[in-house]
């Protein structure tokens, strides 16, 4: 199986690039991982409705060349579906069983993501109804996809 992590912009502070790169090294052992950094749009302080639409469209549209055609796509929205970390082990693990062999995982910038990007989603995925930023959310969901895998791996991993 393949994961592949699309995201809008660049992990900046040094803190939440080690840890991404911890966990990117420990699902090394359980599934092939891709990280993949489109850039995002400056956004002005107080973006009004039409502008801040224009960002995620922008946004949206380098999402979406880099999403390929046959990847299972979950989207990280506000507006999803919130799993436990066991319902989400057992998604993935549903999903590599019925043949699904790429999973794309989207991270939206700072004002979320396109209606394009959200309607090509297969499914979407809230961690919260709580707003993180969207570098410390790549952390989460790297440490949520390792924790997957060691729970379908039968591996101990603290609760």
Not at 9 to 32: H, M, Q, T
């Amino acid at each position: 199986m393949k994961i592949t992590i699309l995201a809008v912009g660049k992990v900046k502070e040094p803190f939440y690039r080690d840890a991404a790169a911890e966990y990117v090294k420990r699902l090394g052992r359980y599934v092939k991982l891709e990280i993949i950094e489109v850039a995002d749009e400056k956004t002005p302080d107080h973006a009004g409705g039409q502008e801040a639409a224009l960002i995620r469209e922008k946004e949206g549209a380098r999402l979406e060349r880099r999403i390929p055609q046959q990847a299972y796509v979950i989207a990280l929205a506000i507006e999803g579906k919130q799993l436990d970390s066991v319902e989400l082990s057992e998604k993935i693990q549903r999903l590599g069983v019925s043949g699904e062999s790429h999973i794309v995982f989207v991270i939206g910038g700072s004002l979320g993501l396109s209606p394009a990007v959200l309607k090509r989603a297969d499914f979407l995925l809230s961690f919260s109804r709580m707003t993180f930023p969207h570098q410390l959310m790549r952390v989460i969901l790297l440490e949520q996809v390792y924790r997957s895998f060691r729970i379908i791996q039968k591996e101990p991993y603290h609760k």
